[in-house]
């Protein structure tokens, strides 16, 4: 393999595809997007496959902890507690990262954010930047901004690097490339590679094990040679200063480790107020999300560690929409995400619409409350969100930080429907409709959904009635949710299957995608 | 400092009128009555295996054989060249065929040419088989245990701890560390785990009781 990947050539063929990054503005609202989607049999097959598997891994070690429920209360107090008395502790994390040597930068909204960061790495006079996963930085579209100044930002996480690669958009907080298989893989990376780097190697099969090998080919030289990097946080530990980012691949330890300058964009809602906080959080996350005791690298860093690492670290604190999520007394508990995506792994509209349905690099069940607060419900791609669930409780259950979605999804449905505007309106009925209206859709996954009972009003409260009242909210047996998960999971789908529908054909499923 | 500091502050005040102006951070309750950590086993033996479900090659030996041990597994491995630490201990490769070099500031691509890494520990917990790193004795820093593909880590039986809430007050916060539950891993194709992406692709744990 030629080393030789940074020739004039190969660098301005990745500066076309970075500047023809694919947005998710503009979407279409909800309904018409999922309609979309569960037309693609390719598309719903891969999500039943992924999110049976994860979360039959995550039920077995949440399984293990018998404190899970006390966990969760802890995670859920502790995070109340920090947005309660935000101001204070996002003084003292500015203060405690300063203290450690980095530099805190206050962000109020995207542009502001990105001109920052692309501030910063002009300062460093590098033209390439090596990124980790990060919700953040995607909210912002950071790429498309470097882009612009010329500066290109190569993603480095597999799954981001697969969507990066294809000019996709990401469909899943924790795997954003969940919607591919592994012979869509393997056709972007053979097509793709050359053009960001490392071209694919000769006969790339589509053995899971022999496309990470070519991920790590092609991302070595550029790991090792880079300067600058851009990372997100998990959790920002307001008594220390300290940054914690958990991943499996890697690729974070090196762009956390082997660059000259760090970048972190860190929403304002990721602090914690103390070290031993942690306890809490890093039991809850790794099973919670990839179904894992622990994940393979967790780093934490404080500042600057002399002879260790960066030597040059800026927290870019990002406000952008968060203060007016944080000013609503029943959304507010949106903030308390920690992102661990088993909402959307056990959500059925979720499962059937996939990631890209919701318009937004924020998804499933936390999306449908997150998006809308972030960047209200003007407009009828917002205003659908809070209509694209049945309210079966599902997601409430399985949150490690206990967030009521269910109660934040009707509170924003009020709002909606109480808003002058029969656009926003009309997208938002669409979307009820196709979700209500859905008994063929959500089958058996959302007639189970009885542990959900007592949150679902028969009766939508407030302004929202005017359409409840002429709509049945679906009927909801005794059944539980998860002895439903548990019974219809007991038996491995055949490819094709579809438990979920038991009175269709599963020939659809065969096709290949478009 | 730059940006909107002010302003972004003042908005997330302007959020929270509804919070009593006496009220203390302190006055949030937070419940704290999960465990310290979970009845599932002999701490030693819970690690080992643990470990061993991440796929990590496990050893556990008494003192006296632990040069035996490290010896063996880098002859094993094939490794002819391995870094450590400049103060990790003589005798651990007192038996080893394999070249040791002390890491001096080697750069990336002395590093990476590197057949290996040996290194010890601060702290390693058992119920969620990690380990972890914070630059101190034997450690090295964060470069030395990435960019080698084969990592010995050298455990002693009294850094075991049982549980997370257990680790955290023996780490300080004031070091980059590095938390390490098995060998590096994907799960991004199909949700199928692969072991080995971008750091070490073999981890091997000696366990020294
Ligand atoms: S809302 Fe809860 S379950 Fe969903 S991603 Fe956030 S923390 Fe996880």
């Known amino acids: 393999m030629s080393p030789d990947h940074s020739s004039p050539g190969a660098g301005h063929a990745a500066q076309d595809r970075a500047a023809g990054h694919a947005t998710f503005l503009g979407m279409l609202p909800f309904p018409e997007a999922a309609e979309r989607a569960v037309g693609d049999s390719q598309l719903r097959h891969n999500l039943r496959m992924a999110t049976r598997t994860i979360r039959h891994k995550r039920e077995e070690v949440v399984g293990e902890l018998d404190d899970w429920s006390a966990l969760r209360a802890a995670g859920k107090a502790v995070k109340d507690r920090t947005l309660r008395h935000l101001d204070t502790y996002l003084e003292r994390l500015e203060a405690a990262v300063t203290a450690a040597g980095g530099r805190v930068h206050w962000a109020a909204d995207a542009a502001e954010a990105n001109e920052i960061v692309t501030g910063l790495v002009r300062a460093t006079g590098e033209t390439d930047v090596v990124k980790v996963k990060s919700m953040a930085t995607q909210e912002i579209e950071l790429n498309e901004a470097l882009a612009q100044a010329g500066i290109i930002a190569y993603e480095t996480d597999l799954a981001e690097l697969i969507v990066q690669l294809s000019d996709d958009l990401p469909s899943h907080i924790l795997v954003p490339a969940i919607h591919r298989n592994r012979a869509e893989i393997r056709e972007i990376f053979r097509d793709r590679m050359a053009a960001w780097g490392v071209a694919a190697p000769e006969g790339l099969g589509d053995d899971p ?50 660059p000259q300058t760090l970048i972190s964009v860190v929403g304002i809602e990721k602090v914690v107020p103390t070290w031993s906080d942690l306890e809490v959080f890093l039991q809850l996350l790794p099973r919670s999300s990839t179904g894992e005791r622990m994940n393979p690298y967790t780093s934490t860093w404080t500042g600057v560690a002399p002879g260790d690492g960066p030597q040059e670290f800026h927290l870019v604190l990002l406000d952008n929409g968060r203060s007016d999520v944080l000013a609503d007394e029943v959304g507010r508990q949106a903030l308390r995400c920690i992102r661990c995506s088993a909402c959307l792994n056990i959500c059925p509209v979720y499962e059937r619409t996939g990631g890209h349905a919701y318009g937004s690099v924020y998804p499933g069940p936390i999306g449908a409350i997150l998006t809308p607060q972030l960047r209200g419900t003007a407009s009828a791609q917002e205003a659908s969100l809070p209509y694209a669930s049945s309210l079966c409780g599902a997601c409430y259950e399985v949150c490690p930080v206990a967030i009521d979605i269910p109660e934040v999804l009707v509170h924003l449905r009020e709002e909606v429907a109480a808003s002058p505007g029969h656009r926003a309106e009309k997208a938002a009925m669409g979307a009820a409709g196709w979700v209500l209206g859905g008994e063929r859709r959500l089958g058996a996954a959302q007639r189970a959904a009885s542990a959900a009972r007592s949150v679902v009003p028969r009766r939508m409260p407030g302004p929202a009635s005017a359409w409840t009242d002429t709509r049945d909210i679906p009927e909801i047996p005794e059944e539980s949710f998860r002895a439903w998960w548990r019974r219809e999971g007991a038996a491995e789908p055949a490819p094709g299957a579809d438990p979920a529908e038991p009175g269709r054909s599963g020939g659809d499923e065969e096709g290949g995608r478009r | 400092m730059s940006g909107s500091r002010e302003r972004v502050l003042a908005r997330v005040r302007a959020a929270l009128a509804d919070v009593p102006a006496g009220e203390a951070p302190e006055d949030v309750a937070v419940p704290r009555d999960y465990a310290p950590a979970h009845d599932q086993g002999e701490t030693t033996a819970l690690f080992a295996e643990r470990l061993e479900d991440y796929k990590a090659l496990v050893h556990r030996t008494p003192p006296e054989g632990l040069a035996a041990t490290v010896a063996r597994a880098l002859a094993r491995r094939g490794a002819g060249r391995v870094a450590a630490a400049e103060d990790a201990p003589e005798d651990w490769f007192a038996q080893a065929e394999a070249e040791v070099v002390r890491d001096g500031g080697l750069d990336v691509a002395g590093l990476d040419r590197m057949d290996g890494v040996v290194t010890g520990c601060a702290v390693a917990v058992a119920e969620t088989g990690t380990i972890v790193l914070d630059g101190g004795r034997a450690q090295g820093r964060r470069a030395l245990t990435l960019i080698p593909d084969y990592h010995l880590c050298v455990v002693r039986g009294d850094q075991i701890v049982a549980g997370v809430p257990q680790a955290l007050p023996r780490l300080s916060p004031a070091r980059p560390l590095t938390w390490i539950s098995g060998p590096s891993a994907t799960s991004d194709i199909e949700l199928d785990r692969v072991e080995g992406v971008h750091g070490p692709r073999t981890l091997e744990v000696v366990i020294v009781e």
């Open chain 1, 209 to 258: 094990r022999a496309l990470a090998e070519a991920a790590r080919v092609h991302l070595r030289e550029r790991f090792l040679r880079s300067r600058v990097a851009i990372s997100g946080a998990n959790f920002a530990v307001a008594d220390t200063g300290t940054m914690v980012v958990l991943e499996s691949e890697g690729n974070g330890r090196m762009c956390l480790t082997l």
